[in-house]
């Protein structure tokens, strides 16, 4: 974790006062690791689950507990994290609250729908669009902590060239955290994580529901099926969201995944020796580059 | 990992004099856990590489290196920490020259082929098989840890009553060095590990065989990418002798797997959500419980 003042960091400067929408695993990490600064800004907040902000607050992680809109109207800079859905709805009934020079991001995993739906509000100059490529299998604000970000990669999209000093001050925010921002392009960064993240969320739940045919509980796993399925226990309603938004990008890789699957059942019925050893060699290849 | 006396723990007693044939992962894991107990016993050991042999007495955790003949007569407890296939040959090899009373087990992760060979072999007295559930992607001594087996699950596969006193010293073995040695038969051990460990191992090799064929590179995988894919890393040489020794046992979880993910991708690409969502749903019951 860095603790450098937040002013220190190169590039925006993070603002006085930090708006979350929504206390789950990425906004309740994301101000505990505010707090944890040296010179922590001031975290507005607010939950759909009442005693959530409730222990935000008690924790101290949380000076001004407010509505949604309370949160939009109050900050300088106004993190969305909140399900993909429910952000884009925020999109549209918050885009008259904001601050004037107030910078306006979200957390999700794909970004093409929200950044065209920005476009098209007019949003150009203050919308920038994140994805904290950091989280655990586990949700809510019980599961937050403020290490999160420590090291992860954070995409960052904004819309255009007006958005550069919006995109500044997220960047800001990222580092603040100790995470390391880098810019993309929407389409670009959907279909990378399509490959990257979706592609590995899919079979790890495949594989957590083959072994849910088995008579073996998952108390069974040794320490490599353990990390092979953990991810099978995140939310399914929020991968619902995720896998639709990118179905399209999903193509390619969801056959590629059925097909190395394919090849390698097949050369195992087949006690191939040869054909098993070339798909350990090129997979372990690929995973040690 | 347990600092107990070697001879505190319950049941057997664990030998003075230990033999490792094997300085690999398991084996070198196994001479390091060893040392760092209260009361530690000699440790015999031989590797097929001898640097390997020269760098673990230069680090103190061998007080005598040997041939793998002379660790089969020089102990009272011999441990064959070698790939599947060469603890086959050795036991051949070896069964006249094992000490008077000595016990013999190996780590494989499959037990038919080797316990019918040591009950042909008329070693029911003293062969014990061993599987312990640990292990890392890494291979070889320098990859080695010595609490790689603090809490970790070791099947025990005795041939029979005869053998009893000899599965005692081996779960004493394993009970030193932190690990909860369990029996279980080898044909049950064969379904159970097709199942949670070999099925995890396939689906991380074709995932990582999948984003092969992507334009990315592992850097880019976040922290459950990597997780997902980090068994694809496995050594390519003993995961051939593995899957083809248990491909019998492999046939119901590769059906199971390739049916989970076949209906997974097509839930995508029908954009069905509730399809995606009760996959999502059965995985995270499955992985949670």
Do not use: C
């Amino acid at each position: 974790m860095e603790t450098a003042k937040s002013s220190d960091v190169s590039g925006g400067t993070l603002p006085r006062r930090v708006g979350i929408v929504g206390l789950g695993l990425i906004g309740g990490s994301l101000a505990r690791a505010l707090r944890a600064l040296v010179d922590p800004p001031e975290v507005l907040a607010s939950s759909l689950e009442p005693a959530e902000l409730e222990r935000a607050v008690a924790d101290g992680i949380v000076q001004r507990p407010a509505t949604p809109e309370g949160v939009a109207a109050g900050a300088d800079l106004v993190v969305y994290a909140t399900p993909p859905d429910a952000t884009l709805a925020f999109l549209e009934s918050h885009a008259k609250r904001w601050r004037l020079g107030a910078a306006i991001t979200d957390v999700g995993s794909v970004k093409r729908a929200l950044i065209a739906r920005a476009q098209a509000l007019g949003l150009g100059a203050r919308f920038v669009g994140s994805h904290p490529m950091a989280g655990r299998e586990r949700a809510g604000y019980a599961a937050s902590r403020p290490d999160l970000f420590a090291g992860a990669r954070v995409w960052v999209t904004p819309l255009g060239e007006e958005g550069e000093s919006a995109a500044a001050m997220v960047e800001a925010l990222w580092r603040a955290v100790g995470a390391h921002p880098l810019r993309i392009e929407a389409a670009a960064h959907d279909r990378l994580v399509a490959w990257v993240s979706h592609l590995p969320q899919v079979a790890a739940t495949a594989l957590a529901g083959a072994l849910a045919d088995s008579p073996y509980e998952a108390g069974a796993l040794g320490p490599g099926g353990r990390d092979a399925t953990r991810l099978a226990a995140s939310p399914a309603g929020l991968w619902e969201e995720i896998l639709l938004a990118n179905a399209d990008q999903l193509e390619a890789p969801l056959a590629a995944l059925e097909s190395a699957l394919t090849a390698l059942a097949a050369a195992v019925r087949a006690r191939d020796a040869a054909a098993i050893r070339e798909a350990f060699e090129r997979a372990a290849r690929w995973r040690e580059l």
